[in-house]
């Protein structure tokens, strides 16, 4: 049984212009001591299937399961569920400034999430917030206890905000675009930083990115979304290698890379993630989609295992052989 | 901190010249306003009406009068003498502040005692009918005149005209110092008129800050620990909602010490603003000058002490 098993999750937000679904029926899920990228655009759905989890989508309809280690997080009362939080499944979050509560010390926001969980006294909530953060790799951790957050660069921010995460020890880190507000070294200290904690702790880790180049560096699956669905799921590996989805090829060709020659262009993908609010038939990737057909604008597509792989899902209507054609070329 | 502290002074200073410019040019130039007609009696001769000018220097140009009028101010903190009572002007504001201070800091605890809660339970049920229900009476607290809601609670509740006479009405006022039940009792009614409409002020503007804050990306940090949401209502949400709430409360207690009007006139509290409010009537033009400078003085000193204060509250604006 994997850690967390998230099996047709739907989300959807009532609005006055009417219903926006923005995750139609997900699944996907986490091994202990595995990093799960999900990747996609703004609005994809990522962040809200994250928060929907956590149970934290606030006004939104959720149903489907999730499960960590079995218990459907979704089914629990509030209280079971604040219980879980931050103890079993703790979270990161994009931008560590304003995640962090600017008139709290950083020490006590760390120490504050040791004392929610356990019964232990001020002062050892406070030696434990000082261990903590020498531990996500924050200098002289005994005098930056006591730093305010606006004190810290972003980078030691986003190390506060993880030292909080680790604090009971969760067996589920989800950390959401934990480095898109950062520049580019100290993305990478902060990617290293999960890398190594996952390592020793055997976190399942659940890191939602839109940047394919993190989602390289540290994940061992990957789940692609696509206007509130996962259009391809494969281990990362596989999927760098052999793209089946004609969303993914066109991420993949948009990602500038150091090692392409340079007369090489950027492909963008044409057009815009589409509304929510009224998606498109059949597959919701079709008004975009250089290779679509006619039956693709009402048929929507399962995901379904790549013949010869299970491990590697698609959800596409193109047949295989076609597929294998048309990947040929561009992104190889 | 220190050269920001000097700085501000500075401006204080600059502030008060200002104002007391101002006013003594606006009642200089009033036409109304012939001091000396006043003193005068029922049959003024030129004769006499020539003396008074010169005895209160008022035949000399507006700018000598101001020179003369600041030297005492500054030198020996004298505001002069009242036209109406002969009296030092500066010994019967102090005689009134008693009174003034009593109004201001009851009411404030008052409408700190209702806001507060309201705001507070109102920003959790929002859009439920407590909410409904406080923002209502939210609304006609602010809209209603204050004298008039002064009238209303007199013919209501007061001891010699109300219909349901439960408290001391008019003209009751007992210094704290004689008699403290007394002096309670006077004052619960002025109390309560004036907290009115800055309670519901007051809640309003929680409400909506608070709101504000709830969507703020750090209470979902500490909804993601696991803080239960009691705590990160009043742990996490309310200090940074109040704190906009503090530069209000100290500008509105620097405003009401300088005299509240309106309440003072209707409940015949004998405080600054019943002062200012007679002198007016009288055009008793030093009483006028005192009680506006008093109130200035009440004004920007709030302000520099709530922009102290707030580097106080909030951390980020002390490195600043």
Redesign the interface.
């Known amino acids: 049984m994997a850690l967390l098993e998230v099996e047709g999750l739907r989300v959807s937000f009532p609005t006055e212009d009417g219903v926006l679904e923005a995750v139609g029926g997900v699944s996907f899920s986490v091994e202990a001591g595995r990093v799960l990228g999900i990747v996609g655009e703004s609005g994809s759905g990522k962040s809200v299937t994250a928060l929907s989890v956590m149970g934290l989508a606030r006004g939104a309809q959720v149903s489907g399961q999730a499960r960590l280690d079995g218990r459907d997080l979704l089914t629990l009362a509030p209280d079971e569920m604040r219980r879980v939080r931050g103890r079993d499944v703790a979270m990161v979050f994009q931008d560590p400034l304003s995640s962090l509560h600017p008139l709290h010390r950083v020490g006590r926001q760390v120490a504050e999430a040791v004392r929610v969980h356990q019964d232990v006294t001020r002062a050892a909530a406070r030696a434990r917030a000082v261990e903590l953060l020498g531990e996500v790799g924050i200098p002289e951790p005994a005098r930056r206890v006591d730093a305010w957050p606006h004190e810290l660069s972003g980078g030691m921010r986003q190390r506060v905000m993880i030292a909080m995460a680790l604090a009971n020890e969760p067996r589920l880190l989800i950390a959401d675009e934990p480095t898109t507000a950062l520049d580019v070294t100290v993305q990478a200290q902060i990617l290293e930083l999960l890398e190594r904690l996952r390592a020793e702790r055997g976190m399942g880790v659940v890191l939602i990115t839109h940047d394919l180049g993190v989602v390289a560096q540290v994940a061992d699956d990957v789940a692609v979304m696509y206007a509130g669905q996962i259009v391809e799921r494969a281990p990362a590996a596989t999927l760098f290698a052999a793209p089946e989805h004609p969303y993914t090829w066109g991420l993949l060709r948009s990602v500038p890379r150091l090692d392409a020659p340079r007369e090489r262009e950027l492909v963008p993908i044409q057009g815009r993630p589409p509304s929510l609010l009224h998606p498109p038939g059949g597959c919701r990737f079709h008004p975009r989609c250089p290779h679509v057909r006619e039956r693709h604008r009402h048929v929507e597509p399962p995901l379904e295992p790549v013949a010869g792989d299970p491990r590697h899902s698609v959800a596409c209507l193109l047949d295989a052989p076609t597929r294998r054609e048309l990947r040929q070329g561009p992104v190889a | 901190m220190a050269g920001y502290v000097a700085r501000r002074l500075l401006w204080v200073v600059a502030l008060l010249l200002a104002v007391s410019a101002i006013t003594f040019l606006i009642f200089y130039t009033l036409p109304s306003a012939d001091p000396a007609a006043i003193r005068a009696g029922r049959q003024p001769t030129p004769e006499l009406l020539a003396q008074i000018r010169q005895n209160l220097g008022l035949d000399e140009p507006v700018y000598v009068q101001y020179w003369r009028y600041m030297k005492g101010v500054v030198l020996h903190f004298d505001l002069g003498f009242s036209y109406a009572s002969d009296a030092p002007v500066r010994d019967q504001i102090l005689d009134r502040l008693p009174a003034t201070i009593s109004l201001t800091a009851g009411a404030v605890v008052v409408w700190l005692a209702l806001a507060l809660p309201v705001g507070l339970i109102s920003a959790l049920r929002r859009r439920r009918w407590q909410d409904r229900l406080a923002m209502g009476a939210a609304l006609v607290a602010i809209s209603a005149p204050v004298y008039w809601l002064g009238l209303v609670a007199l013919y209501l509740f007061s001891k010699d005209l109300g219909r349901f006479p439960i408290f001391e009405g008019a003209n009751t006022y007992r210094p704290l110092t004689d008699d403290p039940a007394a002096w309670a009792a006077s004052l619960l009614m002025p109390w309560f008129v004036l907290a009115a409409s800055f309670a519901a002020f007051y809640a309003r503007l929680l409400r909506a800050n608070l709101l504000e804050v709830m969507s703020?990306?750090?209470i979902?940090?500490?909804?993601?620990?696991?803080?239960?949401?009691r705590r990160v209502v009043l742990g996490?949400g309310l200090?940074?909602a109040i704190t906009p709430l503090v530069t209000i409360l100290g500008l509105d207690i620097g405003i009401l010490l300088g005299g509240a009007i309106l309440v003072e006139s209707v409940f015949n509290v004998p405080g600054i603003g019943r002062l200012a409010y007679d002198a007016i009537r009288q055009a008793d033009l030093p009483m006028i000058q005192g009680t506006v400078l008093f109130g200035a003085f009440f004004i920007v000193v709030a302000n520099l002490l709530v922009d102290l204060a707030y580097a106080w509250?909030?951390?980020?604006v002390r490195?600043a």
Do not use: C, I, L, S
């Open positions: 703020e990306d750090y979902r940090t500490a909804r993601a620990k696991g803080v239960p949401e996490h200090r940074p509250v909030d951390p980020r490195t």
